[in-house]
C-alpha cells in the first residue's frame, strides 16, 4: 500500500509540473502576443515601451514566467495537497487504533483508488478485530470450544492461532483438572471401600472372640484364622496401594542397559515351581539374543512378575502359559498367553484402571486387590514403554513394547 501510494504521488507531481509548465508557456504565448498588438496602441505603448527600452523584453518574460509557474502549480496542486491531507490525516487515525476511520476521497483518479483501498484494507481490519474480540469474549466466559477464523499470511491471523493454541490448552489443563480431581475422588472411594470390607471382617471376628462367643478351641482357632487370612489380604493392599502411589508421584529410576531374553529367561525360571504346583506349564520362545533396552531392572521386573502372576491365576484352565520375547522393527516386544477363561470385550478398555476387577468375586477369591494390573502399567510407561491386552475365546495375551537400545 505505501509502495502505491509513493508511487502515485512520484507520477501525480510529474503531471503537476507538466501541466505549470504548459500553463506557464502558453500563458507566455499569451502576454507575448498581447504586448505585439499593443506596442503601437498609443498611450498605453508608452509603458511597454518603456519596459521594452529600460528592463528588456527576456528578463520581463522570464519574471512573469516565474511567477506564473508558481501560482498555477499552486492552484493545480491545491486539490491534491487536500487529498493528500486528508489521506495522511486518515492514516495517523488508523495509525491510533480507529479502524472504524473512513478516508473521505471521492476523486477517482489515482488518489481515489488508494484511499479506497486503505478504507477497505481497514474496514476488513476492523472485522476480524471484532471476530477476534468475540472469541475472547466467550473464551473469558469458559466457552473454550470457542474457534476463531484463521486468516492465513496475517499477523492477525498469527495472533488468532495463538489465541485457539491458548484455548485448547488451557480447556485441556482445566480438564486434567477436573480428571485429576474425580480421579483423587476414585481413588479414596476404592480405597475406602477396600479397605473397610477386610477390616469389617476382622473386626467381626475379633469381636466373637473378644466376647468369648466361640464353642471350643477349634472354632477359635477357625476365627482366629479367617481374622489372619484377611489381616494379609489388608496388608497386600495396603503395599499395592503404596507401590502405586509411590510409582505415579515420580519414583527415581536407575536406568541401565537390560537384555530382555536373559531378563524374562530368569523370571519364567523362578516362577517354575508355582507353575509346577497350580499344574500348569510355561514355556518360554525367545527368537534372537540379545535384544537389550534401557530400563530399570528393579522396577520391571515388579511389573512382569504381576503379568506373570496374572496368566497364573486366570490360565489355569487352559494348563499353559506362552511367553514369547521377539524383535519388530526397533522394538522389543514381551508377550504373555494364557489359555484360560477370556476377558469380556465390555471390560478390555478399563482392564489396567485402579481398583477394576473383571470379575469381583473372583478376584477376592485369588488374592486380587484390583491394583496390579495398574501398578504394571504404570511401571511401564514409566520407563518409556508400552502395554497393550486383547482376548478372544482361545486365548488371552498381554503385550509389551519396549525401543531396542
Excluded at 480438564?175 to 474425580?182: C, L, P, S, T
Excluded at 522389543?332 to 489359555?339: A, E, L, Q
Aim: with cysteine; proline share 3%.
Amino acid at each position: 500500500m505505501r509502495t502505491k501510494l509513493l508511487h502515485t504521488i512520484r507520477w501525480k507531481l510529474i503531471l503537476l509540473l507538466l501541466s505549470s509548465m504548459g500553463t506557464t508557456a502558453i500563458s507566455l504565448l499569451i502576454c507575448y502576443a498581447v504586448g505585439t498588438l499593443l506596442v503601437d496602441v498609443r498611450p498605453i505603448n508608452l509603458p511597454i515601451r518603456w519596459i521594452i527600452h529600460h528592463i528588456g523584453s527576456a528578463p520581463v518574460m522570464i519574471t512573469v514566467g516565474i511567477v506564473v509557474f508558481f501560482v498555477s502549480f499552486f492552484m493545480i496542486s491545491k486539490t491534491f495537497v487536500r487529498q493528500l491531507n486528508e489521506i495522511n490525516t486518515g492514516m495517523k487515525k488508523i495509525s491510533n487504533g480507529r479502524f472504524d476511520h473512513h478516508i473521505n476521497v471521492t476523486s477517482s483518479d489515482e488518489i481515489g483508488e488508494v484511499a479506497e483501498s486503505i478504507n477497505q484494507m481497514t474496514a476488513q481490519l476492523s472485522q476480524y478485530l471484532e471476530e477476534i474480540t468475540e472469541g475472547l469474549r466467550e473464551i473469558a466466559n469458559g466457552n473454550f470450544d470457542t474457534t476463531i477464523p484463521v486468516r492465513p499470511g496475517s499477523k492477525l491471523g498469527e495472533v488468532a492461532d495463538s489465541i485457539n493454541q491458548m484455548s485448547r490448552q488451557l480447556s485441556h489443563s482445566i480438564q486434567e483438572e477436573r480428571n485429576a480431581e474425580k480421579t483423587k475422588n476414585d481413588l479414596i472411594t476404592g480405597v475406602s471401600h477396600d479397605l473397610r470390607t477386610p477390616l469389617t471382617s476382622i473386626l467381626g471376628f475379633l469381636e466373637v472372640i473378644e466376647e468369648d462367643r466361640y464353642q471350643d478351641e477349634v472354632e477359635l482357632r477357625y476365627y482366629v484364622n479367617i481374622a489372619y487370612e484377611k489381616s494379609l489380604a489388608l496388608k497386600k493392599l495396603i503395599d499395592d496401594l503404596f507401590e502405586y502411589t509411590r510409582i505415579n508421584n515420580g519414583l527415581p529410576l536407575e536406568m541401565g542397559e537390560l537384555d530382555m531374553v536373559d531378563f524374562i529367561g530368569q523370571l519364567t525360571e523362578e516362577f517354575v515351581p508355582s507353575f509346577e504346583k497350580a499344574g500348569m506349564e510355561c514355556v518360554m520362545t525367545a527368537a534372537e539374543r540379545p535384544l537389550k533396552i534401557m530400563a530399570d531392572g528393579d522396577q520391571l521386573v515388579r511389573a512382569y512378575e504381576n503379568l506373570m502372576t496374572n496368566a497364573l491365576r486366570y490360565g489355569r484352565s487352559g494348563k499353559v502359559v506362552d511367553i514369547v520375547v521377539r524383535k519388530d522393527h526397533d522394538q522389543v516386544v514381551v508377550s504373555f498367553t494364557n489359555y484360560g477363561d477370556p476377558i469380556p470385550e465390555r471390560d478390555l478398555p478399563f482392564i489396567f484402571d485402579r481398583f477394576y476387577r473383571v470379575e469381583s468375586s473372583r478376584s477376592k477369591e485369588t488374592g486380587g486387590t484390583g491394583l496390579g494390573l495398574a501398578i504394571t502399567k504404570s511401571i511401564i510407561e514409566t520407563q518409556g514403554g508400552e502395554i497393550s491386552v486383547r482376548s478372544n475365546r482361545q486365548k488371552t495375551t498381554f503385550e509389551t513394547r519396549f525401543n531396542i537400545y
